[in-house]
């Protein structure tokens, strides 16, 4: 069966501070991957996604970058954190043309 | 472009009163709609999805909702709150299978005793 793990769960960085946050999927090949950030009273936004290896296609500018340097590893990176980075980040996979999204456990970012 | 509302970011509910959460999307092509449900700290987890068919679906902890059409609207049921269904509840839809969904903002499920 498929997992996904992300991690850590929580983290708590300075402004200013360099961010990792990864996720791997096991189970399945190929798969869609998606980083999704949640603030509060601003549901989930789509931050970026990948249909494959070095493929990212970002919803929306900011401080923030992904990679994809294996099948199944999804990376979100920062240079410099900014308070307004804080918020709960969610990883999550697809299968191409199968309606189901599964996600993570999710990583608390608080910037201080 | 596509969007999903959920009327109401706050509902609250007597234990064994009926949950009535509420979605409304809009779209030019026919989508593929979900509830999820997250706990405090935690992932999402699937309640329930359309995709074709029959239009109303049923989930798990005794969760349904109904694809109308007419009213681009997907609303989420439980006839009998219990005081484990406290929680936030997304509604989501994407447009092409095994695409981004896109979430509305949430509703917190709140219980009482």
């Known amino acids: 069966s498929q997992t996904i793990h992300q991690w850590p769960a929580t983290l708590v960085q300075p402004v200013g501070s360099p961010l990792s946050l990864e996720c791997t999927v096991e189970?399945?090949?190929?798969?869609?991957l998606y980083w999704y950030r949640q603030a509060a009273g601003r549901g989930l936004q789509l931050l970026f996604y990948?249909?494959?290896?070095?493929?990212i296609s970002s919803e929306v500018p900011q401080n923030l970058s992904a990679s994809r340097p294996q099948d199944r590893q999804f990376i979100l990176s920062s240079k410099k954190l900014l308070l307004s980075d804080s918020g709960f980040y969610l990883c999550?996979?697809?299968?191409?043309?199968?309606?189901?999204?599964?996600f993570g456990q999710g990583t608390r970012l608080t910037v201080v | 472009a596509q969007s999903v509302t959920q009327l109401g970011s706050h509902v609250s509910v007597s234990e064994g009163a009926l949950v009535l959460l509420r979605c409304n999307y809009s779209?030019?092509?026919?989508?593929?709609l979900f509830w999820y449900v997250q706990y405090p700290n935690q992932g999402l987890q699937l309640l329930l999805k359309?995709?074709?068919?029959?239009?109303l679906v049923k989930g798990i902890n005794g969760f349904e909702a109904e694809f109308k059409k007419s009213e681009t609207s997907f609303h989420l049921t439980k006839p009998s709150a219990h005081m484990s269904d406290a929680a936030e509840y997304f509604c989501?839809?994407?447009?092409?299978?095994?695409?981004?969904?896109?979430f509305g903002k949430g509703t917190t499920l709140s219980v009482s005793s």
């Open positions: 189970g399945t090949s190929n798969p869609n």
């Open positions: 359309y995709t074709t068919g029959a239009t």
């Open positions: 999550a996979w697809s299968a191409h043309r199968v309606e189901l999204t599964f």
């Open positions: 990948s249909v494959g290896i070095g493929q």
């Open positions: 989501a839809v994407s447009f092409q299978a095994g695409t981004a969904l896109i």
């Open positions: 779209s030019s092509v026919p989508p593929y």
